[in-house]
């Protein structure tokens, strides 16, 4: 994966070098959700960034993107205490550093907003959870603890927009993006005996593996740095 993850990103860098490339910062709302076996999970509202390089696609037959960026991964649940019946809604984030690699394909030039649609590859490093935060009342691994937190992840990333012309240098856009995991952000390969901290009463918290799904929905701007060759 890290070999595949070097050649794509070399073989842009060349293709952007050579022609010319668009680049720009991006960001918006991460829709996140986790499957926790048969535990149902809530979405987490969060925000990500990210900084990217695009090649020219000046005929419509696609171009080539590489981007990082800062996403925060995660779910949430909604606890009510049945002794004191008061709820609150719990967040699981973890924030991750994101590499994607992909392409881009528009499917009429000629029409602005032009609309395209685009596939990627991606690897994440986690640097950080809120896992402590739970610590004080985390009896037994009752909740996810750092101890199982996988630092590297992978996916892939679906998605398409519109683009805007505001002028021959500079393109807004608005992107929709689908980024299932393919390998796990957490791996409880063990069951464990635990007490609910809300019941007193204890359970088993089975063995899990935790895979992120997350929805985003994206504005960024693109700017043209063009190479010109004179005689």
Not at 47 to 65: K, Q, R, T, V, W
Not at 122 to 148: K, M
């Amino acid at each position: 994966m890290r070999i595949l993850f070097i050649f794509i990103f070399l073989f842009i860098a060349l293709h952007c070098s050579a022609q010319g490339f668009y680049f720009g910062p991006k960001g918006g709302i991460n829709i996140a959700t986790q499957k926790w076996g048969f535990q149902d999970r809530a979405p987490l509202l969060a925000l990500h960034g990210d900084l990217f390089i695009e090649s020219l696609d000046d005929y419509g037959s696609g171009s080539f993107y590489g981007q990082i960026g800062y996403h925060t991964r995660g779910s949430s649940a909604r606890i009510r205490n049945i002794l004191t019946n008061i709820g609150f809604t719990q967040g699981f984030k973890f924030n991750n550093i994101s590499l994607g690699l992909g392409i881009k394909k528009r499917l009429d030039v000629t029409r602005k907003p032009t609309i395209y649609y685009m596939a990627g590859l991606r690897a994440e490093y986690t640097i950080s959870t809120n896992l402590s935060e739970f610590e004080a009342f985390n009896s037994n691994f009752f909740y996810p603890v750092d101890d199982f937190v996988k630092n590297f992840t992978y996916g892939i990333t679906l998605g398409g927009g519109f683009e805007f012309e505001f002028n021959s240098l500079v393109q807004p856009f608005v992107e929709f993006a689908f980024m299932p995991d393919l390998g796990p952000q957490y791996d409880q390969f063990i069951d464990i005996s635990t007490i609910n901290p809300w019941t007193g009463l204890p359970q088993v918290s089975s063995a899990k593996m935790i895979r992120n799904t997350t929805i985003e929905i994206t504005v960024g701007c693109k700017f043209l740095r063009e190479v010109i060759y004179v005689d």
